[in-house]
């Protein structure tokens, strides 16, 4: 089971203003033992939205919308990546998230699941993607 741990954008992280060396530390120990456990997949921060577009779909045609993004409540800082056993080892490991505003700060982390490929009806459109995932695993 693969669940992405999302790190919500403040007024802060949309300026670009680099995150304290204290959470640095405390974001590279945790890091570290989801490394050590076999867990890790991928974890990053993200660059302000002012240097991001969206594409917005709008029938057949395709605009690009450059950043910033006014409401930053909604935008993604980053994310953190996990692989574990149960649903229960991944609410563990987010229990252990340093707190992305600072300790004592009120925040909000995000952890969703995400679609495996057992979870999709078998047919010739998802065994595309099924072939698409085998080959990049190589």
């Known amino acids: 089971m693969r669940f992405m741990i999302i790190v919500k954008?403040?007024?802060?992280s949309e300026a670009g203003v680099m995150?304290?060396?204290?959470?640095?530390a405390a974001m590279a120990t945790y890091?570290?033992?989801l490394a050590k456990a076999g867990v890790l997949l991928d974890a990053s921060g993200l660059q302000p939205s002012?240097?991001?577009?969206r594409v917005r779909y709008s029938g057949k045609k395709r605009s690009i919308v450059d950043g910033p993004f006014t409401e930053s409540k909604e935008?993604?800082?980053g994310f953190t990546m996990i692989q574990v056993k149960t649903r229960e080892e991944a609410v563990e490991w987010a229990r252990r998230f340093p707190n992305p505003a600072g300790e004592g700060?009120?925040?909000e982390i995000e952890v969703r699941q995400l679609f495996e490929m057992d979870d999709f009806e078998k047919n010739e459109d998802t065994d595309r993607f099924r072939k698409l995932e085998a080959e990049r695993k190589k």
């Open 9 to 12: 954008a403040t007024k802060e």
């Open 19 to 24: 995150p304290k060396q204290e959470l640095f």
């Open 31 to 33: 890091h570290e033992k």
């Open 50 to 53: 002012s240097k991001g577009w």
């Open 75 to 77: 935008l993604i800082a």
């Open 105 to 107: 700060v009120d925040a």
